[in-house]
C-alpha cells in the first residue's frame, strides 16, 4: 500500500483513482475459484490466455452516495417504464414480437453510467448484460488496498441472488414453483468471447439442483407446446441472443416458443422493447413527456438531470448535428456491444452519411471518469465505465470496465473488468 496526497477540491474516491497504483487483483485466488467451482472444465478456461483480459489488476473507488444515486436512478426508469402512456409510446416502434407481455421482467438488467463533476449520468440500458458471473469471481479476489475503502456484500450474496431471480422469472409466468431445466442459449456459445460465465453460470444452476445446458439455438426444437434442447425438456432459457426480437430464421423454435408461451424467456423481446431499445432514451430524457404521464415530479427531475439528452438522427435534424457533432454520441438504434457506435469529434462525412442511411440515435456525449494504473511499470490513465446489474431495480452487482478508446473493450492493457469499492 502507499500513502495518498490529499489534493484540495477531489472527493476522497477521486484521489485513489488518480493515485492509488495498488495491485488489487489476487489471480491466483481467481484460479482456485475457477477450479473449485468447475472442477475440470476450468482447464479450458485456464489454458487461453483470454480469461486473463478479463480483469484488470486495479479496483475503482466510487462514492457511496454516487452508488445510492444510480440505484434511485435505475429505480426512477424503471417506475417510468411501468405507466401506461410509456408503455404506448415506446411499442410504437417496438417490433411486433415484441408486443406480448406474459409476465417475466428481465434476468440480469445492465445500466450504464459514467461518473462525473455533477454526478452519475446513465449512457445505455441493456437485457441481457454480460459479466456478471465474472465479476463475481473478480470480486471475491481481491488483495486490501490503500484508503481502507470498503466492498459491498454483493459477492458474498450473488448465488443466492441469482437463483431467487430466476425463480421469480418463472412465477411471474407459470405462478408456482421453480424450473427444473435452464438452457443457457447463445448463437455459436463456444465461439463467444464470454463462453467462460455461460460455464459459471452452467455450474451454479447445477448446484442449486437445475438442470443446466449450454445450447445453440439451432439445437432447440419445439414441439406439442414444449421446447426441448438435445432432446431433454427446457422449462426456462436465459436468452443471451442480440436478435432481441428473435426474428432470425435461426431461432424459429425459441421464437414459437415465445410467442405460445412453451417456455419462459428471459430475458425477451418484450423486457427489450421496454427498457433497451435506445429510442426509449428520447423519451426518458424528455421529462415534458413523463410527468403528464403520471410520473412523479421528483422522478422525472431525477431522469432529467441523470439521463443525457438523446434524440433520434433524422433528415430534418441533420444538418444541425452535424454542426454540433463534437456534442454528441452517435449510436445505433438495433446496435450492441459498442459496434457501429461514434464519437462525434471522430465523425466524417462519409460516416455520417452511413448513419443517415440507418436508424441512430445522438446522445448528448459524456465524458467518462478515469482511473490511473500501472501497466508494465509506468502509469495510464484509463477511462471507467460503471454497471449496475440489476433485477426489478435491486442490485444484484455492481462492476467497472476499464478502456481506452471510443468505447470500452477488452483489447486494453491493464484494462478489463474492475471491482468496485465504496469511498466517499
Known amino acids: 500500500m502507499q500513502s495518498i496526497n490529499n489534493a484540495p477540491g477531489q472527493t476522497e474516491a477521486e484521489r485513489l483513482n488518480q493515485h492509488c497504483v495498488c495491485v488489487t487483483l489476487d489471480r491466483p485466488a481467481i484460479v482456485d475459484n475457477l477450479v473449485s467451482q468447475l472442477g475440470e472444465n ?69 445500466y450504464d453510467f459514467h461518473l462525473g463533476e455533477e454526478g452519475p449520468r446513465l449512457i445505455e440500458v441493456n437485457t441481457n448484460a454480460g459479466g456478471a458471473f465474472l465479476n463475481a469471481v473478480l470480486a471475491r479476489a481481491q ?54 460465465e455461460f460455464r459459471l453460470a452452467q455450474n451454479m444452476l447445477q448446484r442449486n439442483g437445475i438442470d443446466a445446458l449450454i445450447l445453440s439455438p439451432e439445437a432447440l426444437q419445439y414441439e406439442a407446446g414444449m421446447l426441448y434442447g438435445d432432446g431433454k425438456p427446457i422449462d426456462l432459457v436465459y436468452n443471451r441472443l442480440v436478435d432481441f426480437a428473435l426474428v432470425a430464421p435461426a431461432h424459429d423454435a425459441l421464437r414459437q416458443a415465445w410467442l405460445d408461451g412453451g417456455a419462459v424467456i428471459t430475458p425477451n423481446p418484450h423486457t427489450h422493447a421496454l427498457l433497451a431499445d435506445k429510442r426509449n432514451l428520447t423519451v426518458l430524457s424528455d421529462p415534458t413527456s413523463l410527468e403528464p404521464w403520471g410520473l412523479s415530479a421528483t422522478d422525472a427531475d431525477l431522469l432529467r438531470e441523470s439521463i443525457p439528452k438523446t434524440v433520434r438522427v433524422t433528415a430534418e435534424n441533420a444538418s444541425t448535428l452535424w454542426q454540433e457533432r463534437r456534442q454528441w454520441f452517435f449510436k445505433p438504434v438495433a446496435g450492441h456491444g459498442s459496434k457501429g457506435v461514434y464519437r462525434g469529434s471522430k465523425l466524417t462525412k462519409k460516416t455520417f452519411a452511413q448513419i443517415l442511411e440507418s436508424a441512430y440515435i445522438a446522445q448528448a456525449f459524456v465524458p467518462p471518469s478515469e482511473r490511473t494504473v500501472l501497466v508494465n511499470g509506468e502509469r495510464e490513465t484509463l477511462k471507467v465505465d460503471v454497471r449496475l446489474y440489476t433485477y426489478r431495480g435491486g442490485v444484484l452487482l455492481a462492476a467497472t470496465r476499464l478502456y481506452r478508446g471510443q468505447t470500452t473493450n477488452f483489447r486494453t492493457a491493464g484494462g478489463g473488468f474492475a471491482p468496485l469499492l465504496l469511498k466517499n
Request: hydrophobic residues 40%; aromatic residues 10%.
Open 42 to 110: 476450468a482447464k479450458e478456461i485456464l489454458s487461453s490466455t483470454a480469461w486473463q483480459q478479463f480483469f484488470s489488476n486495479a479496483a475503482v473507488f466510487v462514492p457511496g452516495q454516487d452508488l445510492d444515486h444510480m440505484q434511485d436512478i435505475v429505480q426512477a426508469l424503471e417506475t417510468a417504464a411501468a405507466l401506461p402512456d410509456y408503455q404506448q409510446r415506446v411499442l410504437s416502434w417496438a417490433p411486433r414480437n415484441a408486443q406480448l407481455n406474459p409476465g417475466p421482467v428481465g434476468a440480469f438488467m445492465g
Open 143 to 196: 488483495l486490501q488496498c490503500c484508503g481502507g475503502a470498503t466492498r459491498a456484500s454483493w459477492a458474498e450474496d450473488f448465488d443466492a441472488a441469482v437463483i431467487a431471480q430466476f425463480e421469480s422469472e418463472w412465477r411471474a409466468q407459470r405462478d408456482s414453483g421453480r424450473p427444473e431445466s435452464i438452457a443457457i442459449i447463445d448463437d455459436r456459445p463456444e465461439e463467444q468471447y464470454l463462453y467462460p
